[in-house]
């Protein structure tokens, strides 16, 4: 079991930056790769940026390569997500989740076994 946590969202204007941080509970974090996706108002949920569970392979999506990055310390049992640059369509709540993914499966929200809240987070023109 894996208890995640997301926090660091807010409003900011456009070409701001703001980290996202993943907290999870559980000895077995490192165990698992983990993903960033982000979902607005009427929309699907979309892929981000997803990180192996070793911090080795990271996978961007095409809107936010370049401006994103995701990293992790498994000893702190916590993923980041570092956006910089960001823009109004960038508007979502942002969640992260966890779990045992390989290839491209890992942009596919119905492959992630663990889930936070979410954190929403809103950038203005």
């Known amino acids: 079991q894996v208890l995640l946590a997301e926090s660091g969202g807010g409003s900011v204007q456009a070409g701001g930056s703001l980290r996202l941080s993943c907290a999870a509970s559980?000895?077995?974090?490192?165990?698992?790769?983990v993903g960033w996706f982000r979902q607005a108002p009427g929309k699907e949920r979309e892929f981000v940026a997803a990180?192996?569970?070793?911090?080795?392979?990271?996978n961007y999506a095409d809107s936010v390569k370049g401006r994103f990055t995701i990293s992790r310390d498994n000893a702190k049992n916590t993923v980041y997500l570092q956006m910089n640059s960001l823009k109004p369509e960038d508007t979502a709540v942002y969640y992260c989740?966890?779990?045992?993914?390989?290839?491209?499966?890992?942009?596919?929200?119905?492959?992630?076994?663990?889930w936070g809240q979410g954190t929403q987070v809103t950038v203005s023109s």
């Open positions: 559980g000895r077995t974090f490192s165990s698992y790769g």
């Open positions: 990180i192996s569970r070793l911090g080795v392979s990271t």
């Open positions: 989740g966890a779990g045992v993914i390989t290839g491209s499966a890992k942009e596919r929200p119905s492959r992630y076994d663990y």
